[in-house]
């Protein structure tokens, strides 16, 4: 369903991805882990059309992607969403407001229209007493469930889950594990979720992508992962602050 | 190997300032197309419109007044000195004193002003939002973001920067005039003469303040928009804001003086 062949994605000159192969079927749940700063978050961002490759193939539903033109991607982007690290929030709307926005701008629905919408959908999300407050007004994880009911009000496909778990009580986390298993399963979503979060990682995922070097290491089922021979995966996994992972910066 | 590098830093700036040359002109293109549509389906969002007058507009006019009150009462004075120490020419200070107001001193300096103060909160506003990923959830959500974000500006601005000019001018005229009075005893009848202010003047002023109310928001939303990083980055952001802001508003004063010029030749 979606596939990456070939991508390579440098910075100021500094390459980033290099030669990435990765590939994600319909209704999996595919995470994509690795150091900070392995390119976990680029190579989701490529998936809609927010960063460009420098070379290299995207593909979608057997479609190439990753040269169309800006307008070419509102069409993805009702089909793909996705969730940011950070919940960003709109600062200037409420709650309903930020959720309603994109029911106004890809389902050109009306404002009124879209606001019921958005409270309903942030109802479902238990949040109908906070859709008149700001992002300000929030917890952490209020805003994160408020970002994650704005990327699901065109109910896409697929969603790109960039950390959603990062700054999260164990709770709240474990929430939002359970949110994007049960996309997959009830309504058949494709969920590429970005994270660090060892816990989430093995309790929801169906297969793993490791990212090294630019490139995918090792991608497997967990049980795959965690019985790989590679030694590099093995410290990963296990959280090992030595070993023969080379870390940029330390 | 050691020769490449230099080179190779060089070719890379120079296809950066190409790139952020190909990305102002995006954003100008698309701010004025914005603009255009609004005006032609009447603007959708006039709510922000609105906010964005009274913070570029209300919020400005003390320090407008403030800034422009001065300027004409350095001016006032130091030309008295000058005229009185050769021949008497005080009786022509006030009239030439409006003529340069209404003409350059009026509209680029209060932009001048605006640059710093619109287009630094601009920068900071865009460019916050930037490195905190909403530019790109705007972009998910269906939303231009020069259209959302810069279009309101630009034509609060626009409107705006007119308004402030006229009002900056009136404020430093004033000064002005008080300062002829009480220092040089220049008869206010004398000072508050318009008989030099042909309509071409005003005409040029107005078309100059209504170019630098569009392009302090182009700059600074083009600044905000390329925020790299964290808040240093929307530092770095707001610095260019200000100072492309500041290098626009003497462009296009030069520019359409020079057009102004060509136009209406020596008689300006």
Redesign the interface.
Known sequence: MIELRGVHKAFAGRPVLVDLDLRCDRGEVLFIIGTSGVGKSVTIKHLVGLLRVDAGEIWLDGRRIDALPERAFHAIRRRVAMVFQGATLFDSMTLAENVALPLRKHGRMRAAAALADARRRLDEVGLADFVDRYPAELSDGMRKRGAIARALTLDPEVVLFDEPTTGLDPINARRVDRLIRELADRRGVTAIVVSHDLASIFAIADRIAFLYQGGVRACGTPAEIRGSDDPVVQQFIQGRASGPMETPGF | MIARRPL?AIG?RALDGVDAALELGRVAVGTIVGALISYWRGPRRRGEIARQMYFIGNRSLLFVAVTLGFIGMVMVYQTCLLTTQVVDGRGQVGAQFARLLVLDVGPSLTAMMLATRVGAGIAAEIGS?KV???I????????TPVDYLVVPRFLASVIMTVVLTMFGMAVAWGAGGLTGYYSFQINPRTFFDLSMVAPAHVWLGMTKAAAYGAAIPIVAGFCGLRAKGSSEGVGAATTAAVIGSSFAVLIIDFTISAIGLIIWGAGL
Do not use: C, K
Not at chain 2, 136 to 143: K, P, Q, T
């Open positions: 190779t890379r939002m905190t990923e909403q790109d959830a705007l972009r998910m959500s269906g939303v």
